[in-house]
């Protein structure tokens, strides 16, 4: 038995491996999984000019409990409002993660309070910790030497990220006060200046860089 477990483990984290898909993670509890419907498109689009990635244009939708996860490297997740996992969700999120897979969390604004007890599911003894800004992420094609930038201001706080590692890889990142989800979306959505929509959308392609990197 713990042979033939081993065994699809490491197929799936072949699949990770060689995969450039990306997907939008759809959760429970009543948050807006959906909201930025342009965001990841114009992200893809962006990332396929810019840092020849060949990933497909229509986004994909995932539950945190489906083995399709796996077909992923990059899984993104966004909302304003609460969120919960099962825990037969949180597990199949610890194994994903755990097989290579990356989980971005972009906090739209209202996440964060349900957000932080339904990690706790995914990883008990894991914390999530603020990244530096000499953290790689910030350098992988795109240059951010003060670290994640400030794209929609909500109540003048700091943007932050944060991460949690495992085995010296960073597995999720989790992006606080900055609403990069928002910069990624049409011009005519939040009528956002180009330098900003700029500057979100090469923040985003330097976090897929690293996810399908590292």
Same mark, same amino acid.
């Given at each position: ?30 948050? %807006? ?31 945190? %409990? ?40 972009? %906090?739209?604004?209202?996440? %964060? ?5 339904e990690l706790v599911k995914i990883f008990p ?32 706080? #700091? ?9 010296? #890889?960073?597995?999720?990142?989790y992006t606080f006060e900055s609403d990069l ?20 959308? #090469? ?12």
């Open positions: 038995m713990k042979a033939s477990l081993f065994f699809i483990a490491t197929l799936f984290s072949a699949t990770i491996v060689t995969a450039q898909e990306i997907a939008v993670l759809q959760y429970g509890g009543g948050g %807006d999984w959906y909201s930025n419907p342009t965001a990841l498109p114009n992200l893809v689009n962006f990332c396929n000019k810019e840092i020849n990635t060949k990933i497909q244009e229509k986004t994909q939708v995932v539950k945190p %409990d489906n083995i399709d996860i796996f077909d992923f490297p990059f899984v993104h997740m966004t909302g304003h409002g609460n969120v919960f996992f099962t825990l037969e969700e949180a597990e199949n999120l610890r194994n994903y993660l755990l097989s290579g897979g990356f989980l971005h969390i972009d %906090d739209n604004y209202g996440m %964060d309070q349900y957000l932080r007890k003894k894991e914390e999530l910790k603020e990244l530096p800004s000499n953290h790689p992420i910030f350098s992988s094609k795109y240059k951010f030497p003060d670290g994640l930038p400030k794209i929609h201001e909500h109540d003048s706080s #700091r943007p932050q990220a944060f991460g949690i590692e495992k085995e010296g #890889r960073l597995v999720l990142l989800g928002d910069g990624w979306e049409s011009e005519e959505v939040h009528n956002d200046p180009p330098q900003v929509r700029l500057k979100a959308l #090469r923040m985003g392609a330097n976090i897929i860089k690293y996810a399908f990197e590292n």
